[in-house]
């Protein structure tokens, strides 16, 4: 069983920037593909960006260029570097690991407002 504990969310302005972090509780994280995912509201759950075993980084066209997905194995985390922050980023933020089945944290608040 993996346990996934994310932290970072909050209140930003648009324009600014948060750091995702998310903790898992299992050693041999690195061998769990790893990425984020958001729901907004009143939306679906979407891929936000992910981070596979050997590095390979894959993002939502809504994150390129704006969002950077980080591992650190040695520490068992994995973060999500977002900046220049847009009202449509307001969402819960979940980290997600899959080694066969798949892994959720709780969720953490991301509120982009004015």
């Known amino acids: 069983q993996v346990q996934l504990v994310e932290s970072g969310g909050g209140l930003v302005q648009p324009g600014g920037s948060l750091r995702l972090s998310c903790t898992a509780s299992r050693l041999m994280f690195s061998i769990f593909d790893v990425g984020w995912h958001r729901q907004g509201p009143g939306k679906e759950r979407e891929l936000v960006a992910t981070i596979s075993t050997g590095g390979i980084t894959t993002y939502a066209d809504s994150a390129k260029g704006r969002f950077n997905i980080s591992r650190d194995n040695a520490k068992n985390t994995v973060s999500l570097q977002m900046n220049n922050l847009k009202l449509e980023d307001t969402a819960v933020y979940y980290c997600?690991?899959?080694?066969?089945?798949?892994?959720w944290g709780q969720g953490t608040q991301v509120t982009v407002s004015s």
């Open positions: 997600h690991a899959r080694l066969g089945d798949d892994y």
